[in-house]
């Protein structure tokens, strides 16, 4: 059961470095990732330092060793008798100490932990949240002076039988103790978490995250205290230790291949800067991405219980993408977009980690499919840029029978925000510490050139929901007062928040929304907006000058929406029930080419001259043609550059050129293998304020998460793997989720977000009748997205000035 034991300075530093640059294709439970310049060598311990590498822990009492048939673990002067630890970061400094006895792998239950039992499940709930009290659970852990010391001898001696369990003496049923006790627990849960705290120069103390007790040592027995006294040693060191099998988590699947690590600028990539004729490059554009609509928090919208799964836990993986039975019911039956995605069929696997039979795929729409691994492969395949949209519905939510959250987006905005926080703390705690990770939230272009600059994702926070700030609208009368709006907004703005659609879906207090009778959902948006507003949405027919939809929306598909796959299931359970029984229909059908006749109103105006004070994006996408056409006018008036079409829902090409033309930008690309190129290249026909690398950026628009098909990609099957990123610096291998392994041509498309560097280099590879030349102006249209993005942000801010 012993570990070799190391020796010397601590190696942590060296052991992440050299498994993330040569073992990211291997095991999903290695440490993975691609370092940029990367860190300059060994370095003191710290409680961050540590994480993702063993350790023994060993006191002046001995070391911590395992006894599995006991379930225990105990104290021995022999380091070859020590049990090393995993420590996994659950939260910056908390750590689940992953032990080297193990049971069956790959289920959940097959882990050795230390922690505090709970024999008769009365601490913890089914996912292991502490829902006890924690008075009664030290009163039943007890303490180890309680067992160890005797007061009156010097130096304290064993007064107890060690048989007698600490802090259960003699209690029992059947002949089984019933009390909690440190022990080896067989799953994380909160009592399995321990805060590392520092206690000298080179020592440390576990505490116990529930209890507030440290991990205490004295005269063979491991156990709890609430006090340090002489004679029992709550203070540890860390010594390195090879062996350990490291916890459960995903593998990125790509290794570095090109020293100087992952491109930042465009000036850096070969393939745009060595072609015959490429254009001049400014020294600071940065190579990447934008992906500027994104929803990685949407597993908390709408109630909290409609999508499955999330971007990290602080239990593992095999916690974030469990078994959506939880949420879906038993077969998925009350997974209801799945059932219609799949062809009604009643039913869908539930089961996630670790074989994942069913989900996730690019249309298991109430399945999480941006996993924090899975985002940080698409960091290392060209991602610099996401805008996370905070989104959700208040009339779905309070229809949801399921929900656990509060329905009031105001609320709910401030929850996802917080969650998006966390997730930038839990990658943080993966990598070494505060600021130490791959992924920053930034509030201005400045910050976000410097994150990119540093090698990391910059992310950006905005709202997108039906009733922005609660201003709805009831029979024509507004639901919120000027001063409710700019109280709310500074809100949003202090906590980050820069981008805001003013419509969404349903007509509210600024103005109309664009009818999206194309889909199919006309008639349940209609009595959505009779709910939401007392009144049914009103048309009339479009201006020539409006005319009508793009066939390039991404990329020749226009993939169902967030709240359309929501409502369509309505309207679908409405067919179904006139089918059978002669109901008439709630309104007449819904022709095409008309147009909502409420514009923006002057509360509208208002709202969006406040946005332009502050710096905001204003996102026009949803919005009534009139609408879009009166936020245009006030923009160029004043000569404002912020607005934008993330996902290219305007369906009106002028407003593209208008937008593009007063400094915006657009996000239209999804994408599909078949006429990527044009949808890119064609951009370069607009009158863009600026070009970077000679084109007009275009940036992607996923809608993960937003209940929005990912691109489905052909399922023939096609040498691919191992490829090269655009920038051939990191080299990819199929990306393995526990012992699923996820490629394009399974079937599933692009399954999760991780694939989009599969996806690109498919697009790149597999364009019939497409020249290299051709290819790599489609590709500087997408890789300059980020730099153009940042321009227009940089516009904006200097606007504001």
Known sequence: MGRTVGGGVPRVVMIGVLASVLGACGSSSAPTGVPGDGPAGPQRQTIHNVANA??????????????????????????????????????????????????????????????????????????????????YLIGGVGDITDIVLDPLGPGGGIVRPIGDEVGGIGDGLSGINVNPRLAMVDEASDLAVWNLVPATTDRFSLVSAITGQKLAASNGVLALTGVVTEGIYTDFDLVAAEGCDAYPEVGTQARLVDARGPAKYLREVPLFTQAPGAPAYDADDVFGYVDAHAHVTAYEFIGGR????????????????????????????????????SGFNPVHETRGWPDFPFWPRYDSLQHHQTYYKWIERAWLGGLRLLVNHYTGNELLCQLNPQ?????????????????????????????????????????????????????????????????????????????????????????????????????HKFDNAFGGVYPTESFGIGTILHVGNLAETGHLQEFEACPEHYEGPSTETQGGVNPLGIIDQLLYQVEYLNGQISSTAPLPPLLPPTETGLCNIRGLTELGRYFVEELMRRGMFIEVD???????????????????????????????????????????????????????????????????????ADVVSTGVASDVNGIAHLPRNSSEPMPLYPFRSVDGRVEFDEQVTGDHVFNLYEGRGVAHYGLYPDQIADMQRYSADRSEAEIAEALRAMFSSAEAYLRQWEAVEAWRR
């Open 622 to 692: 949803h919005t009534s043609s009139k609408g879009i056409d009166r936020i245009l006018e006030i923009a160029e008036a004043n000569g404002y550059p912020g607005v934008i079409s993330s996902h290219d829902w305007t369906y009106v090409e002028s407003f593209l050129d208008r937008i593009v033309a007063g400094g915006g930008t657009i996000g239209r690309f999804a994408a599909q293998r078949d006429g990527w190129v044009d949808v890119l290249r064609r951009a370069n026909a607009r009158p863009a304020r600026d070009r970077v």
């Open 306 to 341: 409609v999508n499955y799964g999330d971007p990290f836990h602080k239990f593992g993986i095999d916690h974030a993408l469990d078994d959506c039975a939880v949420n879906h019911g038993p077969q998925g039956l009350l997974g209801i977009i799945e059932t219609a995605t």
């Open 403 to 503: 929900k656990e959250n509060d329905c009031d987006f105001e609320a709910n905005w401030r929850l996802q925000a917080q969650r998006l926080r966390e997730m930038q703390d839990y990658i943080d705690a993966q990598n070494g510490g505060p600021g130490e990770g791959w992924l920053r939230i930034v509030d201005n272009p400045a910050d976000a050139r410097a994150v990119i600059a540093d090698g990391k994702v910059a992310v950006v926070q905005g709202i997108e929901i039906s009733k922005v700030f609660n201003c709805g609208e009831f029979l024509g009368q507004p639901e919120c007062s000027r001063e409710q709006i700019v109280e709310r907004l500074d809100a949003a703005y202090a906590a980050g928040v820069r981008h805001v659609f003013p419509v």
């Open 54 to 135: 063993c350790w023994l822990l060993h006191s002046d009492a001995g070391y911590v060793t395992a006894d599995a048939t006991a379930a225990d673990y105990g104290l021995s002067e022999d380091a070859s008798q020590a049990t090393s630890f995993y420590f996994k970061p659950s939260a910056l400094g908390a750590y689940l100490l992953l032990s080297d006895y193990h049971r069956e792998p790959g289920e959940r239950g097959s882990k050795s932990l230390l922690g505090i039992s709970d024999p008769v499940g009365e601490f913890l709930d089914t996912l292991g949240n502490f829902v006890g009290e924690v008075g």
